[in-house]
T-cell receptor, first 113, second 111 residues
Framework: KNQVEQSPQSLIILEGKNCTLQCNYTVSPFSNLRWYKQDTGRGPVSLTIMTFSENTKSNGRYTATLDADTKQSSLHITASQLSDSASYICVVTLNTGGFKTIFGAGTRLFVKA | DVKVTQSSRYLVKRTGEKVFLECVQDMDHENMFWYRQDPGLGLRLIYFSYDVKMKEKGDIPEGYSVSREKKERFSLILESASTNQTSMYLC??????????FGEGSRLTVL
């Protein structure tokens, strides 16, 4: 069964600290993996995309990694800011020529001052 | 700048009412999607469309219908709203295989 599981469900960190969010997937055949950021009451916005051959991608203070062998991805946030408080959603697209996309349930990150 | 606009941010409807959720995109994308988002479940695909007047069922189409009369507009219809359809509804558009661009969401409460 195609699944995307994220951990932790929620996380509280102090401003300025680093954190890492995890995503494990059992999706096949794999096309690409994206991380989205969703602010409260807003729609998700794409942060990074990685294909099978890419194992790291950065977007400012956000760095995503992908291990296609173990089917794991992580999103590392460096020097967190209050504006990083949001849900982070891992999304895997299947390589089936169609639109099959599997969403994780998200990790809710709270950054405290 | 990319823009997906959903007509209503918040709606409150009564059981049995017909509900229309409108979505417009200005990026000339072929593909448009309707998802619902519930706590702990992630986004679930209701319907999608890859061309004008074309529609495909997603994972949870029961109780919903859609309409795509123009390329830029994709409407979600709840023929007879029920309390279990209380949710956040997100519209998205994309080029084939590309990044999903989401609207701000429509939070529907059915009483």
């Amino acid at each position: 069964k195609n699944q995307v599981e994220q951990s932790p469900q929620s996380l509280i960190i102090l401003e300025g600290k680093n954190c890492t969010l995890q995503c494990n997937y059992t999706v096949s055949p794999f096309s690409n993996l994206r991380w989205y950021k969703q602010d409260t009451g807003r729609g998700p916005v794409s942060l990074t995309i990685m294909t099978f051959s890419e194992n790291t991608k950065s977007n400012g203070r956000y760095t995503a990694t992908l291990d296609a062998d173990t089917k794991q991805s992580s999103l590392h946030i460096t020097a967190s800011q209050l504006s990083d408080s949001a849900s982070y959603i891992c999304v895997v697209t299947l390589n089936t020529g169609g639109f099959k996309t599997i969403f994780g349930a998200g990790t809710r990150l709270f950054v405290k001052a | 700048d990319v823009k997906v606009t959903q007509s209503s941010r918040y709606l409150v409807k009564r059981t049995g009412e017909k509900v229309f959720l409108e979505c417009v995109q200005d990026m000339d994308h072929e593909n448009m999607f309707w998802y619902r988002q519930d706590p702990g479940l992630g986004l679930r695909l209701i319907y999608f469309s890859y061309d004008v007047k074309m529609k495909e069922k997603g994972d949870i189409p029961e109780g919903y219908s859609v309409s795509r009369e123009k390329k830029e507009r994709f409407s979600l219809i709840l023929e007879s709203a029920s309390t279990n359809q209380t949710s956040m509804y997100l519209c998205a558009s994309s080029l084939f295989g590309g990044e999903l661009f989401f609207g701000e969401g429509s939070r529907l409460t059915v009483l």
